[in-house]
């Protein structure tokens, strides 16, 4: 019998781990499925790629076994690409019991969600916004009965990033029953420890990695240090380099605006790579089209935003480029965790401008590793760096004649009106401060205006003055 049975999990759960390839739990799986069965709060800080998945499907599976109905387990969860792979991981392993899920998320039908809540079923696996939009809009379903509630990645649904979880949030934790078994994983938990002990409150276990450092051993970390303008050479160097070498390596290459997403796109399309992009500007039904691809290596090279940063498990990804430096060690910690998971090896590269060598050194210190150098042949780089750049400018001019800009504008309504604001009130608001401001800088500079003429005038008085004393003085010397 494999090590899972000791840890009080059912026979047919263990073959139902072996049948996937999981005979051995991992540390997070091994401490925190015990406390979980046993009935208490646990908070779960481990490794990127470590398992914690399955450190929460496991033992939720195993008490619903005992005691069947819907809705028992609601997950949350803050990206949507995550809700569908955490729910496939409940699917898969909860097949014997013939469980039944549903994904609620943005971007998708909410009739057909609500008419899938309705229907009771046994998990529940959601972002944030789309939850509470029905818990707002339907009374159709009831989440008083749920026994538990899983926050994965919950350091980020707590955080006020540039996605704001936490009113969404407090409509969801309103609607759940108090007497619940609360869980909370992610790989970077410990600064929001303090706001997690505030919705896990039953006395939580908490169980983080012993380790000295908080990435992963397999990972090689590299960085690269170039010029701003000498980036994207290096970029389509490095992807023909390993592209070249190893024809089964997938690649992911995380970037920090929508824009910039689908500009390198197009530059890596130009050559040749087979390259797909994520980001949240997308069509959410491109976008799983365009995982789904990726994960089936049609495409081997994945340009994306944060939004693919956490939680996606592709096990065939063997290198990530940070095609900007992560602001944050936080990001940048989760985003190289997309590689080298689950014990494979993998290798990060950063690049890095004189302007970010701050954040490296920040990244160093919160990751407790150095990062190394990643050598490259120069010559090569400047051999290819005006094609490239000419390139990229001629994709920027293309995506400039698109309405890309236009998309952005109109999404930014959308998320006005989802926040219940008009956004032709916001607009008109937004301009007369403009005008409030700019006609304060007015009123600020004409004080300034005069208050500088009358110093100047009384200087001239003052000059003035002295030459008329002198002219006195010289005058009063020269009298005889
Ligand atoms: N006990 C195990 N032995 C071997 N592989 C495992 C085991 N448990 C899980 N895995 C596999 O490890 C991979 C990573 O697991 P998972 O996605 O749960 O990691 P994670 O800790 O949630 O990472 P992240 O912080 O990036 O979300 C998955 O492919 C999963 O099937
Ligand atoms: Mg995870």
Redesign the pocket.
Known sequence: MSEFSSLGLSDWLVKQ?VQ???????A??QNCVPPILQGRDVLGC??????????FVLPVLQKLSEDPFGIYCLVLTPTRELAY?IAE?FRVLGKPLGLKDCIIVGGMDMVAQALELSAQPHVVVATPGRLADHIRSSSTFSLSRVQFLIL??ADRLLEQGCTDFTADLEVILGALPSKRQTLL???TLTDTLHQLKNIALNKPFFWESQSETRTVEELDQRYILTPEKVKDAYLVHLIQTFTDQHHDWSIIIFTNTCKSCQVLTMMLREFNFPTISLHSMMKQKQRFANLAKFKASVYRILIATDVAA????I?TVQVVINHNTPGLPKIYI?RV??TA???RNGVSITLVTQYDIHLVHSIEEQTQTKLKEFSVDEKEVHKILTQVNVKRRECEIKLEATDFDEKKEINKRKQLILEGKDPDLEAKRKAELEKIRSQKKKFKEKIQEKMDKQKKAQIKKSIRKRKDKQKKAKAAAAAP
């Open positions: 781990c996937l390839g999981i005979s051995k739990p991992t997070v799986q481990a490794k990127t790629g470590s398992g914690k998945t399955a450190a792979q991981q994965d990645e994983f992610s790989a956490r939680g996606l498990d096990p989760h965790g997309r998971r689950a014990g």
